[in-house]
């Protein structure tokens, strides 16, 4: 009875700490603006890399689902449901006509510490695709970019349920349009996490992302550059729970989470929430609704998992939407 009050009063105090510093920090600016320029493409600190996170709403600070969960919250790495595996993942966002590979597995895995690589190409200027799908982009289409991020996440228990964890990456970018010379710019931020699991039916998670700066592509219409601007801080609160899930070694039929996120600089708080429903061992059902003052919208998903090859898929089928996306991977267990 005792540990069911103190699992309860952690969780209000987390919550507790973490609305207060949001209030605090809302109305601090974190980044530049730009006057009359087209925005080509910004790396969104608030979209993560995990097509499992993204077929639930984008909620993927409590999500220790594979190693792309790092991007979320690089806390996760001590818990990862998928720890001996190779992630490959193709995003394509529509907005801006921009694919996405990562490529992402763990290095080191002892009974502390855990650290994982992550390889990303991101590049953009071939319309095919998005015309074929039928999908909306506003990207001029003889402007080429690239850009090449390497992330290094670092976990590290504290206790038997709680871990806390760290994430570095550097991002090398370049952009080019017909008969115009080209633009290259280098930059770096880091990110920290926290991971709490007081039974194998509930995990809550608290992730602040994006400290430094971020590569932002910009046409004026004269020339084509890079600007190194101050990247899009974001701090997100999260709670996802199983059932059943009795223990370590048992399947849940069902899966919720829910997180909020402020994005520092911009009005509002994005609410996010996400649903997961596996009717059979092998395949699992997804869908997720995100709602913030600009943005919202559902998301949809289906995993299918095999013994030693998983396949999962995420859609947001808002149409002419500058947040339509889709997404899928495949990790090997080895």
Not at 53 to 77: D, E, I
Not at 150 to 162: C, E, F, P, W
Request: net charge positive.
């Amino acid at each position: 009875m005792k540990q069911i009050y103190y699992t309860a009063a952690l969780k209000w105090i987390l919550i507790g700490c973490m609305t207060g510093l949001i209030c605090m920090l809302q109305t601090q600016s974190l980044f530049a603006q730009l006057d009359s320029t087209l925005v080509i493409y910004e790396h969104r600190s608030s979209y993560t890399s995990d097509v499992y996170a993204n077929g639930l709403g984008m909620s993927g600070v409590t999500l220790a689902h594979s190693t792309a969960s790092m991007y979320s919250n690089p806390a996760t790495l001590s818990f990862l449901r998928r720890p001996r595996s190779i992630t490959f993942d193709h995003y394509y966002d529509a907005s801006n006509a921009v694919r996405y590979v990562n490529f992402s597995s763990l290095l080191i895995n002892t009974h502390r510490q855990t650290f994982a690589l992550g390889l990303s190409l991101r590049n953009s200027g071939y319309r095919g695709l998005e015309k074929g799908l039928g999908f909306f982009s506003r990207v001029p289409s003889d402007i080429r970019f690239h850009q090449m991020d390497i992330t290094m996440g670092y976990s590290m228990l504290v206790l038997s349920n709680l871990s806390i964890g760290a994430l570095f990456q550097v991002s090398d970018g370049t952009i080019k349009r017909t008969t115009l010379p080209k633009s290259h710019e280098t930059t770096a931020s880091v990110g920290f996490g926290l991971f709490y699991s007081p039974t194998p039916a509930i995990e809550y998670g608290i992730a602040l992302n994006g400290i430094g700066n971020n590569l932002e592509y910009v046409d004026d219409y004269s020339t084509q550059k890079i600007n190194v601007v101050q990247r899009h801080q974001t701090l997100a609160l999260g709670i996802s729970m199983h059932y059943p899930y009795t223990s370590l070694y048992s399947r849940p039929y069902v899966n919720l989470s829910a997180s909020n996120e402020k994005i520092f600089g911009i009005k509002g708080i994005w609410y996010k929430a996400g649903l997961e429903v596996l009717p059979i061992h092998q395949i699992g059902l997804r869908t997720g609704y995100i709602y913030s003052p600009n943005f919202q919208g559902f998301t949809v998903g289906f995993g299918i998992n095999f013994r030693s090859l998983h396949l999962d898929y995420a859609l947001s089928p808002k149409a002419n939407s500058l947040h339509q996306f889709q997404q899928f991977s495949i990790s090997v267990i080895i």
